[in-house]
């Protein structure tokens, strides 16, 4: 993959459309592209912590290892217990899914379950990764997510808008 790290940032809104498919917002898509090889493939997870999913491209795979790595050492230099394996299997636990070059892709279920995701999907760009969100459950979010709701609220009252030429 790419040496030059890549970065998402902004953020997105998609509704679910027909055969319960999202769209990745062009400039993730984009991003995507770019950290793929030009591959249409988003790799997808549950966050860790947050009510959520994280997604990102191939690319991605490269710093793992390194993450592990740092991760580790941090858990001994403060004397605390460190499963490799078990964190080797969160991080790349992923699924890769394709996406068409509208950006069209098809969340597994197993995903929408787990992140409680309904009828509509906010994107919020994060570095290394970005965040895929139910705007319920960013909603349930502390103060520390203001900005992030603040254009979730925005991006849907645009999607919920009609589209010209539409009829």
Avoid at 9 to 14: D, E, H, L, M
Avoid at 98 to 108: C, K, L, T
Wanted: proline fraction near 4%; glycine fraction near 8%.
């Amino acid at each position: 993959m790419s040496a030059r790290p890549h970065s998402y940032r902004g953020q997105g809104f998609s509704l679910r459309g027909e055969k319960n498919r999202f769209v990745l917002p062009p400039a993730f898509r984009k991003v995507v592209r770019e950290s793929s090889d030009d591959a249409r493939i988003l790799c997808l997870a549950k966050h860790e912590r947050w009510d959520c999913l994280t997604g990102f491209g191939l690319s991605r795979m490269d710093e793992l290892e390194i993450q592990l790595d740092r991760e580790e050492e941090r858990a001994l230099r403060m004397d605390r217990e460190f499963d490799r394996d078990t964190r080797s299997a969160q991080l790349y636990g992923f699924l890769e899914i394709p996406f068409d070059e509208s950006g069209r892709f098809i969340m597994p279920d197993h995903l929408i379950d787990l992140a409680r995701i309904e009828g509509e999907l906010f994107f919020q760009g994060g570095g290394a990764f970005f965040t895929l969100w139910n705007p319920a459950r960013l909603f349930e979010m502390g103060d520390d997510w203001t900005a992030a709701k603040a254009a979730c609220e925005s991006l849907r009252g645009d999607a919920a808008k009609p589209k010209r030429g539409r009829k």
